[in-house]
């Protein structure tokens, strides 16, 4: 997104809280459209004699027996049956999981403010006191966007840059 955003001037920057709103809208929405075909599958198969039996699949998470709609695509076919969960399930456990990423993110920016905070306090150094607010802006950023922060190299002590490190001449050359 921050690529796409530098080479077109009009796109638009989210933050994370809003991407993850747009794709509960956009699930909701989803779940809405396939809710009501067969709901009309249904009732014309109900009134029309019996030609129509839904198929139905346990989802392996609340144990219950549900239509072919309320299953995504991917775990109809990836997963086998009795490891197959409904989209009710996943939503849950997706929520379920980015609560818990955010818990732990809360934690180490809390533990990083006071970490900055005590050596602000103790009159520490200066390269020490940077580092520990430069950690703490870079977890703020991250919970903010959920961009981690990337780490620049210090070039040929990792192995990229000119050659593979050898002498010149080295090998017969």
């Known amino acids: ?11 638009v920057l989210k933050c994370k809280s809003c991407i993850d709103l747009g794709a509960v809208a956009e699930r909701d929405a989803a779940a809405a459209k396939r809710a009501a075909p067969s709901a ?7 009134e029309g004699g019996g030609g129509f039996v839904p198929v139905l699949h346990v989802c392996s998470a609340c144990s219950v027996a549900l239509p072919l709609e ?5 775990q109809l ?11 009710n399930c996943l939503n849950v456990a997706g929520t ?3 609560e818990a990423g955010d818990r732990r993110q809360m934690e180490a920016l809390k533990e990083a403010r006071n970490e900055s905070a005590k050596l602000s306090a103790n009159g520490a150094g200066a390269r020490e006191t940077v580092v ?3 950690r703490e ?3 703020e950023a991250e919970l903010v966007t959920g961009l981690k922060p990337v780490r620049l190299g210090s ?3 990792l192995g990229r840059g000119r050659g593979r490190g050898g002498r010149i001449g080295a090998n017969g050359r």
């Not at 009309?40 to 109900?46: D, I, L």
């Not at 309320?70 to 991917?74: D, E, G, Q, V």
């Not at 076919?77 to 989209?87: H, I, N, S, V, Y």
Request: hydrophobic share 35%; glycine share 8%; proline share 4%.
């Open 1 to 11: 997104m921050v690529a796409k955003s530098r080479t077109n001037p009009q796109a």
């Open 40 to 46: 009309a599958n249904q009732r014309s198969g109900s």
């Open 70 to 74: 309320a299953f995504s695509r991917a």
């Open 77 to 87: 076919t990836q997963k086998g049956p009795g490891k197959q969960r409904c989209a």
């Open 96 to 98: 379920l999981e980015r």
């Open 132 to 134: 520990a607010l430069a």
């Open 137 to 139: 802006a870079a977890l």
């Open 155 to 157: 070039g040929r002590s």
